[in-house]
């Protein structure tokens, strides 16, 4: 069993999936996004946000809204053809595209023709190098129709919206969907090809118990997801409003969520899954996160854990962000103004963040720590090093021998504290974050 030491997990701390966060995020001129872009060389990937569902879940803290009015969609999905227009003008013709992932909210809120459009507007104005095509899917909106265009585009990879199979806590987070509906779902996607396929599961829900988890999992294998990430729902009702309307008094407390994630742990590790950190799984031999986890070449950015070493992802869409080695950006959340910006010809970039030497030093060191349980300190940064992560050694959660930051298998949920002690910014921001585990 992990050992449980609430003060070492009381602080709320950041996922990291970019470092410095996007909580830090401030004011940045256009023209820095686009002498970023013109740089770009090699393999890069791209990602696009849909920012529509269906039905808004309760928990979601996601940029999304309800996918009701059609002339609001279709002004959307105009501004979008006109951002990769503007974007793909800019990109050197050396810049090819290996990957490209559709997230929102939900891609398959839209028409399935409006879809095709949008892959056809991508094929045409990039230079899509035979790119892994990966996909986000609401199993309450897939249709036949939907799973047609995944097997005609050709997607290898796709994730589902799964969270929970107990009925009393899909009311509660307000995502009510039967195991029926998410059975047809899975064999729609393998029918279209789809080889790796993702369930998104959630511990720490209003009034989920271990067994309600246990049960989750289980249907979870039987189906043969590929890869599992378990999430610890994160309640910040401060942050995100439509949080408020589920009662924080059914939430289980800090050592029952601590106590989940042990249990997601021990179950999917013990039924062939690797573990990639401590709350994603893979299927090693069939699916090439847990490759990447077991030959260290694991990555992590804005989609979380990744096999995908390219050193430049731009985001398209709303509120989507690009990361490049020297910056980050992230575009326009409010749909009017970013329809305005795209509609000029203009990036609709609204905020986003240099990335100075010391940030990208730091930014590896933290990357490392969550995708490998290890990382090489720098000699300007050991003897700060030693004393932050002093708490931690002396209860054998981590260790530092020579210049070697070593997280141990106890240590192992503690891993986003321990690499936050590398965050200055944490120290500074005024952001509430999540819980740490």
């Known amino acids: 069993m992990w050992p449980y030491h609430p003060d070492l997990l009381a602080v709320p701390v950041p996922r990291y ?38 039905k808004i879940c309760h928990y979601c ?45 939900s891609p398959n809120a839209i028409d399935p023709i409006d879809f095709v459009r949008l892959m056809d507007h991508l094929t045409v104005h990039f230079h899509l190098a035979d790119p892994i095509l990966s996909i986000e899917l609401d199993p309450r909106t897939m249709t036949d129709a939907w799973a047609g265009v995944i097997s005609a585009i050709g997607f290898e990879r796709a994730s589902l919206g799964v969270q929970t199979f107990a009925t009393h ?67 910040v009702p401060h942050i995100v409003k439509r949080q408020s309307v589920i009662d924080a008094a059914a939430l289980p407390g800090p050592r029952e969520r601590f ?38 070449t694991l990555r992590r950015n804005f989609q979380g854990f990744t096999d995908d070493q390219a050193p430049v992802l731009i985001g398209l869409g709303s509120s989507a962000i690009s990361c490049f080695p020297g910056l980050l950006s992230q575009n326009e959340k409010n749909a009017g103004r970013y329809r305005v910006l795209t509609g000029e010809g203009r990036l609709p970039i609204e905020r986003g963040i240099c990335r100075t030497a010391e940030d990208q030093i730091r930014g590896t060191l933290i990357e490392d720590v969550l995708c490998k349980g290890e990382a090489v300190i720098p000699p300007t940064l ?22 070697r930051l070593q997280i141990t298998p106890d240590g192992l949920p503690y891993a986003r504290t321990i690499a936050a002690q590398f965050d200055p910014w944490r120290k500074q921001s005024a952001r509430r974050f999540s819980s740490a585990i």
């Open 382 to 403: 050991l003897a700060e090093a030693k004393a932050m992560i002093a708490p931690f050694s002396c209860r054998g959660l981590a260790d530092i021998t020579g210049d």
């Open 169 to 235: 806590c899909q009311e509660a987070i307000g995502r009510v969907q039967s195991e029926d509906l998410i059975v047809r779902t899975v064999d729609w996607l393998r029918d279209a090809g789809v080889e790796s396929l993702n369930f998104d599961l959630m511990y720490g829900l209003p009034g989920q118990n271990t067994d309600d988890l246990i049960d989750s999992m289980h249907r979870t294998r039987v189906l043969g997801a590929d890869r599992v990430a378990v999430f610890g729902y994160a309640h």
């Open 61 to 105: 803290g996601c940029n999304t809204a309800a996918a009701g009015k059609r002339q609001r969609m279709d002004a959307y999905m105009v501004a979008l053809h006109h951002e990769i227009e503007t974007v793909a003008s800019l990109l050197p013709k050396t810049a090819r595209v290996r990957r490209v992932s559709f997230g929102g909210g």
């Open 259 to 296: 106590a989940m994630a042990q249990l997601a742990f021990s179950y999917f590790c013990t039924h062939g899954y690797a573990p990639v950190g401590f709350d994603h799984f893979a299927m090693p031999g069939r699916d090439p996160l847990a490759r990447a986890a077991l030959s260290g």
């Open 17 to 54: 999936t970019s470092y410095p966060t996007a909580a830090e995020f401030g004011e940045l001129a256009p023209e820095q996004t686009i002498a970023a872009i013109e740089s770009a060389d090699g393999d890069i990937s791209l990602y696009v946000h849909i920012p529509f569902c269906e």
